[in-house]
C-alpha cells in the first residue's frame, strides 16, 4: 500500500453525540485499522505506522500498547502463543532496553506495567535520558510523560490531558518560541476554516485566543460599515463650506448667489 494514501479525519473531540448515529465524513474511534493509521501519523509516529502497513505488527496490537482500547477478552482456550508473538513483534520496533526506556519515558508505562522497579529507578533513568527524550518528543507543544511528572510540578503546571497540552502550555508561557510560531500558525489557520467550538476544541486553541479573535472578527462589519459612510461625510462637509463662502449647491443653482 502507498505510504501517500490520504487518510479521513480524525473525529473532533466532544461535541454532539446521536446515539447509533456516525457522521460519514470521520473516522471513529477505537480499534479500527484505519483510525489507527490516521492517529499515528497525526502524532508522528510514522514509525509504527510503516509497521503496520508492512504487516510487523497488527494496528490492534500497537492501539493497545499506546493505550488507546484494550485487547478484547479471550475465552481463555489459547496457548498464548499469540501474546509471545505480539510481546515479540514489539520487542523488535522498540529495541533494545534503551528504546524501550524512552518509550516509557514518553509514553507512561505500557499494559504489562513499568519496566523499572522504583520510582527512584525511573527518576535516574529520566535524568539519564532526559536531553534525549526532550530533544525527540518535547515538540508541537506537547512534552514527554515523565516530563509531566518530574518537571511539571515545580513549574506549577498540572496533567491537562493528552489533548489540551498545546493550548496549556501556550497559556503558561513554556512553549519555544519556535512552537510557539507554529502553533499559531496552525491555529489561526483552522479558525479562519471554522469557528465552532467543536471544532476549536478539535484544534485545541487556547480561549483566550478564541476571544480575542473573535471580537476581531466582530468588529469588521462595523469598520467596513463606516468606510462606506465616509464619503456621504464628506460630501455634507464639503456643503456647509460652500455654504459658508455664500456658495449655492451646484446640484440646485450652479451660480453665485
Do not use: C
Not at 516509557?104 to 520510582?119: F, M, Q, T, V
Not at 525511573?122 to 512534552?143: C, Q, Y
Not at 496552525?186 to 476549536?200: G, I, K, M
Amino acid at each position: 500500500m502507498s505510504d501517500d494514501v490520504v487518510l479521513p479525519p480524525l473525529g473532533p473531540h466532544g461535541g454532539p453525540r446521536t446515539k447509533g448515529v456516525r457522521n460519514p465524513k470521520i473516522l471513529p474511534s477505537g480499534g479500527r485499522r484505519d483510525y489507527i493509521l490516521a492517529r499515528l501519523e497525526r502524532d508522528g509516529r510514522h514509525d509504527l505506522a510503516e509497521a503496520i502497513r508492512e504487516g510487523r505488527v497488527s494496528a490492534l496490537t500497537i492501539a493497545v500498547e499506546m493505550g488507546w482500547t484494550k485487547r478484547p477478552e479471550t475465552l481463555g482456550l489459547g496457548s498464548g502463543n499469540a501474546a509471545k508473538r505480539r510481546q515479540h513483534q514489539l520487542r523488535a520496533l522498540t529495541g533494545d532496553k534503551r528504546l524501550r526506556a524512552y518509550q516509557e519515558l514518553w509514553l507512561g508505562p505500557g499494559n504489562d506495567g513499568s519496566i523499572y522497579n522504583s520510582p527512584e529507578e525511573l527518576r535516574a533513568s529520566w535524568e539519564e535520558n532526559r536531553p534525549e527524550v526532550m530533544r525527540i518528543w518535547a515538540t508541537n507543544g506537547k512534552r514527554p510523560m515523565a516530563w509531566w511528572y518530574f518537571d511539571a510540578p515545580g513549574l506549577g503546571l498540572k496533567w491537562p490531558g493528552y489533548d489540551r497540552q498545546q493550548s496549556y502550555l501556550y497559556d503558561h508561557n513554556v512553549l519555544s518560541e519556535e512552537e510557539r510560531t507554529q502553533l499559531l500558525a496552525f491555529w489561526r489557520r483552522e479558525f479562519d476554516h471554522n469557528q465552532s467550538p467543536v471544532h476549536l476544541d478539535w484544534a485545541d486553541v487556547p480561549a483566550s485566543l478564541r476571544r480575542r479573535w473573535m471580537t476581531a472578527r466582530k468588529r469588521r462589519p462595523r469598520a467596513a460599515e463606516a468606510s462606506e459612510k465616509a464619503p456621504d461625510v464628506a460630501s455634507g462637509v464639503e456643503g456647509e463650506e460652500k455654504k459658508a463662502y455664500g456658495l449655492k449647491s451646484t446640484a440646485a443653482a450652479g451660480t453665485l448667489e
